[in-house]
């Protein structure tokens, strides 16, 4: 059985840093891309980045690009989104998401997803 | 990208009855790369639909999806209980991927 969870939210100034991790388990690990999906409170899902399997392409919203970097450490099965400079706009849940096998050649959706955890941006 | 556009916002049916989805994409969406999401509140999305119209596991055969090019449905044959929740389309055949807002399907 696949499980994500995550880990590492909370609340943030604004212009401030969090890290989130995901730990991952029941399928293998190093063999899918990765992907962050967010929910501001009461809205709909935002894309927010994706990592390729190997960690070597990785993928922006334009919402997050040159803020936001993902990673991934295959000996560990962690999936971790670093955050920089927040902004209250940033303020959702935060979900990890395993993408399919099969996708388009541009993009992809995601077949699990972890139960996401609160960034919550403010002063 | 893409705009998809969810129809309507809210449905309010009874159990036993049928829903019909409706989702609208700005420009057509390449090869039927369409999935659709159900969730419930306080939960994480579940997959549902993808291609368009193949159930993912464990998917009960009342949920079915069609379209092609900008307009995309979601059917649910019969309404259970468990099935009232928002419902969100997404298409992958672009980058970025993107979403609809959601259709909120409510008990009457």
């Known amino acids: 059985e696949v499980q994500l969870l995550e880990s590492g939210g909370g609340l943030v100034q604004p212009g401030g840093s969090l890290r989130l991790s995901c730990a991952a388990s029941g399928f293998i690990f190093s063999t899918y891309d990765m992907s962050w999906v967010r929910q501001a409170p009461g809205k709909g899902l935002e894309w927010v980045s994706t990592i390729s399997d190997s960690g070597g392409r990785t993928h922006y919203a334009d919402s997050v690009k040159g803020r936001f970097t993902i990673s991934r450490d295959k000996s560990k099965n962690t999936l971790d989104l670093q955050m920089n400079s927040l902004r209250a706009e940033d303020t959702a849940i935060y979900y990890c998401?395993?993408?399919?096998?099969?996708?388009?050649?541009?993009?992809?959706?995601?077949?699990?997803w972890g139960r996401g955890t609160l960034v919550t941006v403010s002063s | 990208e893409i705009v998809l556009t969810q129809s309507p916002g809210t449905l309010s049916l009874s159990p036993g009855e049928r829903a019909t989805l409706s989702c609208r994409a700005s420009?057509?969406?390449?090869?039927?790369?369409l999935v659709w999401y159900q969730q419930k509140p306080g939960q994480a999305p579940r997959l549902l639909i993808y291609g368009t119209s193949s159930r993912a596991t464990g998917i009960p055969d009342r949920f079915s999806g069609d379209g092609s090019g900008t307009d995309f449905t979601l059917t649910i044959s019969r309404l259970e209980p468990e099935d009232f929740a928002v419902y969100y389309c997404?298409?992958?055949?672009?980058?970025?991927?993107?979403f609809g807002q959601g259709t909120k399907v409510e008990i009457k």
């Open positions: 998401a395993k993408d399919a096998r099969y996708c388009s050649r541009t993009s992809c959706y995601s077949s699990d």
């Open positions: 997404q298409q992958y055949g672009n980058s970025p991927r993107t």
């Open positions: 420009q057509s969406v390449s090869s039927s790369y």
